[in-house]
């Protein structure tokens, strides 16, 4: 890709930071680079079809994204199946993924990463036919997901907030998960379906999660006793165990983690989803499955 053409992505509301700053910085960077390029607003109602036709009509080669998991979400989602690259300016509330690609978090080295230009194919998956890129979930983080898009400040602050409020008011929901032909029962605080290895703000959730290896990260985290539950999440994060000793250690583990290219999960008492940290409505059940090499993101 030789000739390069940019259209960069604002996301107007995303995060604290002041997006006057960011337009002034893509102008001078992208200016001095001799790159042409174009600025628009991201759409909060997601319709891109006269983006996408503007794309393909103008010939741009790169589609630039300012701000968090939900942006990228929704313009990938909107735009795959172009023959375009994906870069990330991070300006959301947890980057998730642009953390997870090694995208730096300061709007100038990013930029910098963009105009390098090497990218690599990027895994998505869907969940009842919705489009997911990083990482989504059913119950405890998903109720927080839930409240904290109702706040008017999206900082890390209120998200922690939020965390520990429902933490306090968290209880287990009951599942069934069917796996390459069989099938369990738990009770679970949360089910997390990463293709990402973090929630976001460098806490990871899959350590064995890779953008581009065409898997699915499941983590369960089990009904136990609450004192427990965050050092168990601290001893998660330095461990692994496989699919074929779920049946086993059902009873032995308070965190499951194995990987899959599909599942479907049985939501038996309707716990709340989210999707990239968006929320969404649930559902009585869930059918995933691993989009392999959705899209070409510029990273590290």
Known sequence: MSERKIIYLVNPISGTSKKDAIKKLIESETT???????????????????????????????????????TVNQVTGALRGLSVRYGIIPMGSGNGLARS??????????????????SQMVDAFLI?????????????DAQVAHDFATKTSRGLLTYTQQSIINFFKAHPYQFELIIDGFSFFTDAFFISIANSNQ???????????????????????????????PFVMLKH???????????????????????????T????????????????????????EILKDCFELICS
């Open 199 to 229: 929630f976001g703000n460098n806490f990871t959730i899959a350590p064995q999660a890779n953008l581009h290896d065409g898997l699915l990260d499941i983590v369960i985290v089990q009904k136990m006793n609450k004192a427990k539950l």
């Open 32 to 70: 001095a680079q001799g790159i042409p390029f174009e600025i628009a607003h991201t759409n909060a109602d997601g319709d891109y079809d006269l983006l996408k036709d503007k794309i393909i009509r103008e010939k741009f080669t790169d589609v630039v994204m300012t701000g968090g998991d939900g």
């Open 265 to 288: 999960i049985k939501n038996m008492k309707y716990a709340p989803l989210h999707i990239d940290g968006e929320p969404r409505e649930t559902a009585e059940e869930f059918h995933i």
């Open 128 to 140: 009842n036919n919705q489009y997911a890129c990083m990482l989504s979930g059913i119950g405890f």
């Open 237 to 263: 994060i330095r461990s692994n165990n496989k699919i074929q000793q779920l049946v086993e250690e059902m009873g032995q583990k308070n965190i499951i983690y194995f990987q899959t290219t599909s599942l």
């Open 101 to 118: 690609a090694g995208i730096p978090m300061k709007s100038e080295q990013a930029l910098a990463m963009i105009f390098a230009g090497k």
